[in-house]
């Protein structure tokens, strides 16, 4: 029969090992390296980063390039391997465990353009009719034709269209397409 | 103090009454809400702009949140109030603090409220399997830690002398739980690969040390319970165990293989993932050899056959488990929806279905009232074990292809997409089947619970046989 202090020093202890070795331990070695450089993060970055948190882009889009050799991340032109100063110190981490869409860690070295996030955020099926990402109108604005002539509206195909009213991106749409084109390891990290 | 007076059975069972129903039907309720969010989860994959124009029905809320409600609300409610009434036969002790955890019960469905509206109004927390805000979160902790004090309480008045191997479980698991949630809430992982290791630690632990104890405990007390004989071996219960507690604590980063985290933590997790095949054989073994022989009161008990089948799916699970965590399978399927059939065989095949099983046991004796249809328990079982075929099947099967044509460069990532949609398709299929288990379960609580229609007066699944075994 187990007697009843071993039985709760067992358990306290292999947890409180375990919890070391995978938690502490980890921030020991990895901090040091990640809190030194200064990043400068912009504002509409950091929003950005917030708009995609609480619309859940990472149950479908990873941010972390494994290895080359390792999947063929790297040769589908992907980036290089990700390593931990690529994240900006942005909490909360976002490295992903799901690619139901292609992975995120490099998208605004791989689509820099503005207008292209702008459509794809707006209904991704004017981009690529075999995409299943939702749609997220509620970051745009819907306007009349007419209204503000200093911007152009959504360069949406016919069927997406609303005649007489146009597209237009409000804060929250700008934010996250700034922190989509900030990711580009180019920038960060080490090559 | 002088001998203890002996409790009988039935007065455990009444005393039990309230606070092991109260926790057992809010974890049903939980698990209807939590099925709706699924359906919704699922069916916008395939069909993205159904219901699109709302951003508080997005996936990105609607799928986490559905995970939380699970996890939180239906198999952590539910799963407590079994543990708290299996202690409380073995230990020949009352629940103790019974009011006190009335109250917590209360304040955890309110604070799971709170957590919900602030899921879907976009205030997630953004860590997968901890997406309720940390005040949330802290406020379920402490209400399980009330229950943990009531367990070693329990412990510490018990009428018995030994510790039987269910005991052990439950107390490790009323142990882990508060401290991996009040570890994952320190505010000290503030950068971000390091909250990543933090986040899979906790998620995996999450299933390995609360869910999987608690489900192991179940199987521990009905299977020997039902068929009437003890369990195989005491050596190789005690091995079970001990193994469990040295090596799942280790299992989390092998979720972050290929990741930049550095490789020699990550190698940690996959050789102790690759150790868990001890406990989990072991285990395996031990249930087997008290089942051989009575296979076929499965038959007849419906709590024997859910409790099988969800032992059997806790075995098939693990092991694949062991085998994912080794790199070259992992960089397969890694990414792709084999994990996440894999992660509902854990939480479905095995917890869920055992804590089914263990409510067909225990809600009859504390109620003093008898399930309504035979029919219907089978209809409960069969929607809800083929629904989880389907699901494991389609997905796990078309996870492979995703996963090898993600590795060729060669295939444009949009087909890695198209592939999986008739798949999909077939998930969401197979959750109407589990809603409808569901609804048919919830229906036949109820009708015991809140005595409406006219009660039946003898047990009904288990008439021909009832000599024969403690049903």
């Not at chain 2, 960089?331 to 917890?351: D, K, N, P, R, S």
């Not at chain 2, 021909?464 to 049903?471: C, G, H, N, S, T």
């Amino acid at each position: 029969m187990i007697r009843y202090s071993i039985l709760v020093f067992g358990i306290l202890a292999t947890f409180l090992i375990a919890m070391f070795g995978l938690t502490i331990l980890p921030k020991i070695f990895i901090d040091e390296g990640v809190t030194e450089p200064v990043y400068f993060t912009p504002f509409e970055v950091t929003e950005g980063h917030r708009v995609f948190v609480r619309e859940g882009c990472i149950y479908c889009h990873s941010k972390q390039v494994r290895p080359e050799g390792f999947g063929a991340d790297f040769e589908r032109g992907w980036g290089r391997a990700s390593v931990a100063t690529d994240y900006r110190n942005l909490l909360p981490h976002n490295l992903g465990t799901m690619r139901t869409g292609p992975d995120l860690a490099n998208i605004g070295a791989r689509q820099p353009g503005e207008d292209w996030h702008y459509l794809n955020l707006y209904q991704p099926r004017a981009i690529n009719e075999e995409s299943i990402m939702p749609p997220f109108p509620w970051l745009f604005e819907e306007v009349g034709e007419d209204a503000r002539p200093a911007h152009e509206g959504l360069n949406l195909p016919d069927e997406y269209r609303v005649p007489g009213r146009k597209i237009l991106p409000d804060d929250e749409a700008r934010y996250l397409v700034a922190y989509l084109l900030s990711l580009d390891q180019q920038i960060t990290g080490v090559d | 103090m002088g001998p203890k007076k002996e409790l009988r059975v039935t007065d455990l069972d009444r005393s039990a009454r309230y606070v092991v129903l109260f926790l057992i039907i809010s974890g049903i309720f939980w698990l209807l809400f939590g099925t709706l969010l699924a359906l919704l989860a699922s069916i916008k994959m395939h069909m993205p702009d159904w219901l699109g124009g709302f951003g508080w029905l997005t996936f990105g809320r609607v799928r986490p949140l559905h995970l939380n409600t699970m996890v939180y609300g239906w198999a952590s409610m539910t799963g407590a109030g079994v543990a708290l009434w299996i202690l409380s036969r073995l230990l020949k002790t009352p629940i103790l603090l019974r009011g006190y955890i009335m109250v917590a019960g209360l304040v955890w469905n309110l604070a799971l409220l709170a957590g919900s509206v602030q899921i879907l109004a976009g205030s997630s927390r953004g860590i997968e399997w901890l997406e309720f805000p940390v005040s949330t979160m802290v406020v379920i902790v402490l209400c399980v830690l009330i229950m943990s004090a009531s367990v070693i309480l329990m412990i510490r008045y018990r009428r018995v002398k030994q510790l039987y191997v269910s005991v052990w479980y439950i107390l490790a698991a009323f142990l882990w739980f508060p401290l991996l949630g009040l570890v994952s809430s320190l505010p000290i992982f503030d950068t971000p690969t390091v909250q990543a290791g933090m986040n899979w630690w906790y998620a995996h632990n999450a299933l390995g040390l609360w869910f999987t104890p608690i489900g192991l405990a179940a199987a521990y007390y009905f299977i020997p319970k039902v068929l009437g004989r003890p369990i195989y071996s005491y050596g190789l219960s005690l091995l079970g165990f001990w193994g469990l507690a040295l090596f799942y604590n280790w299992n989390g980063f092998h979720h972050l293989i290929g990741s930049p985290l550095p490789t020699w933590f990550v190698t940690i997790s996959i050789a102790a993932s690759v150790m868990m095949v001890i406990p989990v054989v072991v285990v395996a073994v031990n249930h087997h050899m008290t089942v051989v022989g009575s296979f076929s009161a499965v038959k007849y008990s419906p709590t024997l056959r859910f409790v099988v089948f969800a032992a059997m799916s806790y075995t098939f699970v693990s092991l694949q488990g062991s085998t994912q965590a080794l790199r070259s399978v992992n960089e397969v399927i890694h990414f792709t929806h084999f994990v996440v059939a894999h992660a509902h065989i854990g939480m479905y095949a095995f917890v869920t279905m055992m804590l089914f099983g263990a409510c067909y046991y225990i809600i009859p004796r504390i109620t003093l009232q008898e399930w309504h249809s035979k029919a219907l328990i089978k209809w409960h079982f069969w929607l809800t074990a083929i629904g989880i075929v389907i699901y494991a099947g389609a997905l796990q099967y078309i996870g492979l292809f995703q996963g090898w044509d993600m590795n060729n460069p060669d295939v444009p990532f949009t087909d890695t997409v198209s592939m999986t949609i008739p798949y999909l398709m077939a998930r969401s299929m197979s959750g109407f089947l589990m809603t409808a288990g569901h609804l048919i379960f919830a229906w036949l609580v109820v009708k015991m619970v809140f005595r409406t229609g006219e009660q039946p007066d003898a047990p009904l699944i288990w008439e021909k046989i009832r000599r024969e075994f403690a049903l």
